[in-house]
């Protein structure tokens, strides 16, 4: 338990507001002077350190935090009755220790995460001129996404009993390919340049699962978690996509965007892959809503293997849908996003296909 003296810790929670206030009225702030100095350093530092470790340091975070919490609250209330002559002092000293404490958390997260919600959008350093466009335009872009996925799939090597795809590679040797990624995406758009960290597996995926996440940025540890358990097309895309989130990218339609586009500057099949049916799947939803006949239209264009993936992934979440634990997980995501100004919650994953539009048409126009 925090010391009495140490209130002044509590001064960290106006300023916590205060940050945030500031992001919100100036972007410039928020990536000038934060985003692209204070944040770069602290969080490449913070990274380097935790990347020391093969195993997620979050992952023991979240198991040994309801336990340490238990185990205080117990003590202090078995002192608590036991204290009988100073127990409105005592307790209200726990009471100004768990606000410091909170106040303390707070800052953290705001400093190493919660400002870059406020910084410039991606396509401001991507150039891509984001507009509405034509279902027709959607069908275009889903298609040749759709062919690019079929080609991919026949360059991939490994397949389970089933004919479902596999990663020819060790998780290891997947981060590194996340990281070699990232870097050379870094070469075409230099605000994502720096040292990236190991992506770290979840030892406990299974019980991931449950809760329908795929992966977890924790900014707390600067670590890119990774649910292993979930279909392998999905691993190197989340990688990506966490790798993103860990360079200050926060909105989860631009970490996807991102993470599509340093899957494309991969050397190996398996990355891109991922990367694309990650766009194509998002892709696919879109245009789903919009016309279910074009949709099914292409559909129809996509390879046995891919279709096998595809089935192979609904299977696999079909375990997980509605459960009282997946149920109450996104809820928390939705109002997390929400508070973090992603005004659309969980809806603001399919603002990708913007982005995807804007590019198709730019490298489209060129030709």
């Not at 410039?120 to 991507?126: A, D, I, L, M």
Request: a neutral charge; glycine letters at 2%.
């Amino acid at each position: 338990m925090l010391k009495l003296r140490r209130i002044y810790l509590l001064l960290l929670l106006p300023l916590s507001f205060l940050l945030i206030y500031i992001a919100k009225q100036n972007s410039n702030f928020a990536e000038q002077f934060f985003a692209l100095r204070i944040y770069k350093w602290l969080s490449q530092i913070i990274s380097m350190s935790t990347s020391i470790f093969p195993f997620s340091l979050a992952e023991i975070l979240v198991l040994l935090l309801p336990i340490i919490f238990l185990f205080l609250f117990t003590r202090f209330v078995i002192k608590l009755i036991k204290n009988k002559e100073n127990r409105v002092t005592f307790l209200w000293k726990g009471i100004l220790n768990t606000l410091c404490l909170l106040s303390v958390s707070l800052f953290l997260f705001i400093i190493l995460a919660g400002i870059n919600y406020y910084r410039y959008p991606f396509r401001y350093y991507s150039n891509l001129k984001v507009r509405n466009s034509s279902v027709q335009e959607l069908y275009e872009l889903t298609k040749s996404l759709a062919m690019d996925a079929n080609q991919l799939r026949n360059a991939t090597s490994k397949e389970d009993e089933n004919g479902v795809f596999q990663l020819s590679m060790n998780m290891y040797d997947v981060s590194n390919k996340a990281s070699e990624a990232m870097t050379a995406l870094s070469k075409e758009y230099p605000v994502l340049a720096g040292s990236y960290g190991t992506s770290k597996p979840v030892l406990l995926s299974p019980l991931m699962s449950y809760t329908e996440i795929t992966g977890i940025f924790m900014p707390f540890t600067m670590e890119a978690n990774v649910n292993i358990d979930i279909p392998h097309y999905s691993i190197p895309s989340t990688m990506l996509h966490e790798l993103a989130h860990l360079r200050g990218f926060m909105r989860e339609d631009e970490a996807n965007f991102i993470a599509y586009l340093a899957g494309m500057e991969s050397d190996h099949p398996d990355i891109q892959y991922s990367s694309t049916m990650l766009a194509l799947i998002i892709s696919g939803n879109a245009l789903y809503k919009e016309d279910t006949d074009l949709y099914f239209e292409i559909r129809d264009l996509y390879s046995e293997k891919v279709l096998k993936d595809i089935r192979a992934n609904s299977r696999y979440w079909q375990q997980y849908e509605d459960t009282v634990i997946s149920t109450v997980s996104n809820k928390i995501n939705d109002t997390y996003l929400k508070a973090n100004d992603q005004s659309d919650g969980v809806k603001s994953y399919g603002r990708m296909v913007d982005l995807l539009l804007a590019k198709y048409r730019r490298d489209n126009s060129s030709k």
